[in-house]
């Protein structure tokens, strides 16, 4: 019997089969990717049909030479890997490197041998044999170089391949210990597991979703095909065609009824509570360009009235500045206010002493930078680094037409995109405020943080009352009614275990004690003072119209791609953390309830539901970072990771959804200048925060996602929300154009300077 598979099967194939094992194995532990499966059934076919195959021959050159028995096994492969791989390009084209010349030296050596006349080859076996072994060392080279892209070559690939070397041999002697069964039965059995039980749920569109159950009957014909005659098996195993086509139908069900009941709710008087956070919004926005002066009187007048302070000198040059350049906001600026008005209370001395401690504590990451406005130059220094993230670029640019106006100003700059600043909070002169403004850092990497970043909570809530404002009947789902209070920590207990940044921020050095420090984006708690961020300048995140469809082009559903930051994972919690937890919503991977709005005899409720229609989100990660080994392999299993994605491809949507990672996102403008609607979920606070109103520029996104799966229902199949969704997408379009231009930072950025030059000025009594 021993003798009898040797001969079946032949030394070599035999060999380079366990070797195709091994490399499909290595994509399916590495990333939970069977793509190869089905190929390598047509593989191992071929190692069987040809028991004696010349030195050189390979796997390959044998199927070519029994093509027309293996034509039709060698189709359905095809078939199956290009639907498996249909939701990442990166395989596709890894599959096609496989698959084509596969096709190209099959159809000549059929012609070949069908024709009566000689073979377009003097020896097809050495021929196949020559490039079939450039394919296979390709192949090598691709997933050897695969495994070290993705990550440290120790840590990743020996227990890679000891685990797929330890299945290719199971696999071995399986076959070895049966082998009246055939190698290649395994493959297509596992490939129409695989095929037949892809979630249906879960495929973002029809035609993909059609495909699976196409290759997967296919996959099955080829296996009952292989099951010997006269089993009574081959009954059995048809019937399992019963699975895929009932799953598919299940879910087009599932689906047509969403659809209609989403289509059907709303139509009556009553107003889905995203249209009425439209309108009250839209009134709100309304009155803040109503309110803004119109000359230099009325913004002085409106400065000292709001802030309670004079406006610091040169603020009449900016006024002008403002106005040349078509400002659309002239006195709203809390954010900067917000920012440097605890700083007030510091004279101008003890300011600049202030920023000289902080920049000196032991690896502060801060740069000390100094601008010079009679050159218009920034200079910047670091005590390790030289690459400073285009801060310098940046202030060189967006102050370049301002200049000679400003003194020569000292600040600070976080290196870091993270928040750094926790400020006490004042309490009056006195040996207590002196502690407060003592420096301490707390270097808090990998660690909860919710507790230190909110432990002044109770202190700053003295002063504020809870919020208040009208509120819309949302039917108890969490939108976004309040935008300040939705990010503010101190409300929100529950955020401790809904976001990275609280749960494990990737390098987190809060500077605790008062440093007047420049960052991108903080947190409702702490002090940094807001300026904007480089990356709104470099290349990567402008707007280009030549990408952007328009409207009625564009896919109704959502998208994100991205990568996993925002957190450091260390332990399983980075299920908690908000990007995982948009990806795994939008992938549908967890079993759970979801909350859509329904209206019955005229009455609207909350609904709960499992389903969730996957043909309305497109989310994935591109790529696992910020974790340990073991985690980001978790990760890796757990989500659908797609290789890479365009990144203009949000464009393609009418939805699209912007996130945090491990500071702010510098996609947002990007996504308001476009003709999508931005899809916003934020912890953080920004420059621009007094400028964009959620519901009219943008559709603000709760942390706890609760919301969402209505949100996009709604957004995407109501009528009345589609018109929601395309006004939300054009006020954010116009808006950008007026209030989010290169020089409306600008402007931002000379009002922070002179602000930040009053504050140094060593002239200054404290307020
Ligand atoms: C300035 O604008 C305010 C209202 O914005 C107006 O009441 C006032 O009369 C204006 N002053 C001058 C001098 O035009
Ligand atoms: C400001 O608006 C006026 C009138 O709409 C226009 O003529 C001018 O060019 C604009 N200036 C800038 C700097 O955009
Ligand atoms: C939002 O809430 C804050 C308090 O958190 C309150 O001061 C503010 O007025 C509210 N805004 C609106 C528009 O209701």
Redesign the pocket.
């Known amino acids: 019997m021993r003798q009898a598979v040797k001969s079946s099967y032949g030394h070599r194939p035999l060999w380079l089969a366990a070797f195709g094992i091994a490399l499909v194995n290595i994509f399916e532990e590495q990333h939970g990717i069977l793509e190869l499966m089905p190929l390598l059934g047509a593989a191992l076919l071929a190692a069987k049909s040809n028991p004696d195959v010349k030195f050189g021959g390979t796997l390959l050159s044998t199927l070519c030479a029994h093509s027309p028995q293996l034509l039709f096994p060698t189709f359905i492969s095809v078939l199956a890997t290009i639907v498996l791989s249909r939701e990442d390009p990166y395989y596709a084209i890894s599959s096609g490197i496989v698959v084509f010349p596969l096709i190209a030296i099959c159809f000549f050596s059929i012609r070949g041998s069908s024709s009566a006349g000689p073979l377009p080859f003097d020896d097809i076996h050495e021929l196949m044999g020559r490039l079939s072994l450039r394919v296979s060392m390709i192949l090598i080279i691709f997933i050897f170089g695969h495994i070290l892209i993705a990550g440290p070559f120790i840590y990743q690939t020996i227990p890679v391949l000891g685990l797929a070397l330890a299945k290719a041999g199971f696999w071995y002697f399986v076959a070895r210990t049966i082998h009246y069964a055939s190698w290649s039965f395994a493959p297509y059995v596992q490939a129409f597991g695989v095929l037949a039980t892809r979630n249906p749920f879960v495929q973002t569109s029809d035609s993909q979703a059609v495909l699976y159950v196409i290759s997967s009957l296919a996959v099955l014909v080829q296996v009952v095909l292989m099951v010997p005659a006269r089993t009574k098996a081959k009954l059995a195993i048809s019937a399992f065609a019963l699975l895929p086509l009932w799953s598919y139908t299940t879910n087009m069900a599932a689906i047509k009824a969403q659809q209609l009941s989403a289509r059907s709710s709303f139509v009556s008087s009553r107003q889905h509570p995203i249209s009425a956070l439209v309108e009250t919004s839209e009134r709100?926005f309304e009155d803040l360009i109503r309110r803004q002066s119109s000359n230099f009187t009325s913004a002085y007048n409106n400065y000292r009235s709001k802030y309670h302070a004079d406006p610091p000198p040169g603020f009449e040059e900016w006024y002008e500045y403002a106005i040349a350049q078509n400002s659309s906001i002239i006195d709203d600026f809390d954010t900067i206010h917000k920012s440097i008005s605890p700083f007030l209370t510091l004279s101008g001395e003890e300011f600049v002493k202030m920023m000289d401690s902080a920049f000196v504590v032991e690896g502060s990451e801060l740069w000390l930078c100094r601008y010079s406005g009679a050159k218009r130059q920034t200079t910047c220094q670091h005590p390790t680094r030289t690459n400073d993230r285009h801060i310098t670029l940046s202030f060189d640019r967006l102050l370049h037409g301002i200049g000679s106006k400003l003194t020569d100003i000292k600040f600070l700059v976080n290196h870091l995109d993270e928040p750094r600043v926790l400020m006490p909070p004042f309490q009056g002169e006195g040996d207590k405020a002196a502690m407060q403004r003592q420096l301490r850092m707390v270097h808090l990497s990998h660690q909860p943080t919710y507790d230190a970043i909110t432990q002044f909570c109770s202190a700053q809530h003295l002063s504020?009352?809870?919020?208040?404002?009208?509120k819309e009947q949302t039917y108890e789902l969490p939108f976004i009614?309040?935008?300040?209070?939705s990010i503010?920590l101190c409300?929100h207990d529950e955020y401790r275990k809904q976001h990275g940044l609280l749960m494990g921020p990737v390098s987190m050095r809060l500077m605790q004690g008062w440093a007047p420090i420049l960052s991108t984006g903080t947190l409702s708690t702490m002090g940094d003072i807001l300026f904007p961020s480089p990356a709104y300048i470099e290349d990567e995140f402008q707007y280009d119209s030549l990408h952007d469809p328009e409207w009625d082009q564009k896919k109704g559903s959502l998208y994100w791609a991205g990568s996993t930051t925002g957190g450091f994972a260390s332990s399983n919690d980075w299920m908690n953390y908000h990007r995982q937890r948009f990806v795994a919503l939008g992938q549908g991977l967890e079993p759970r309830r979801y909350s859509y709005l329904v209206e019955r005899y005229g009455q609207v409720a909350q609904e709960k539901s499992s389903f969730l229609n996957a043909r309305l989100f497109e989310v994935a990660f591109t790529r696992i970072l910020h974790c340990e080994t073991i985690f980001c392999r978790s990760q890796r299993f757990y989500f659908r990771t797609k290789s890479w994605a365009d990144r203009n491809k949000a464009f393609q949507f009418k939805l699209a959804f912007d996130a945090d990672g491990n500071g702010i996102s510098g996609r947002f403008h990007q996504l308001l200048a476009s003709n999508s609607a931005p899809l916003k979920q934020t912890l953080l606070r920004e420059w621009h925060d007094d400028r964009l109103i959620p519901w009219v520029h943008y559709v603000p996104v709760s942390q706890g996602l609760a919301e969402l799966p209505e949100i996009v229902s709604h957004l995407t199949l109501h009528e009345h929300g589609q018109i929601m969704a395309k006004k939300i997408a054009d006020n954010g379009k116009a808006w950008s154009r007026k209030a989010l231009r290169e020089v409306d930072s600008s402007i931002y950025l000379y009002r922070l300077m002179l602000e930040l030059a009053r504050l140094q000025d060593p002239e200054r009594k404290p307020l």
């Open positions: 709100q504020e009352p809870v919020q208040s404002g009208e009614q309040n935008f300040s209070s503010d409300l």
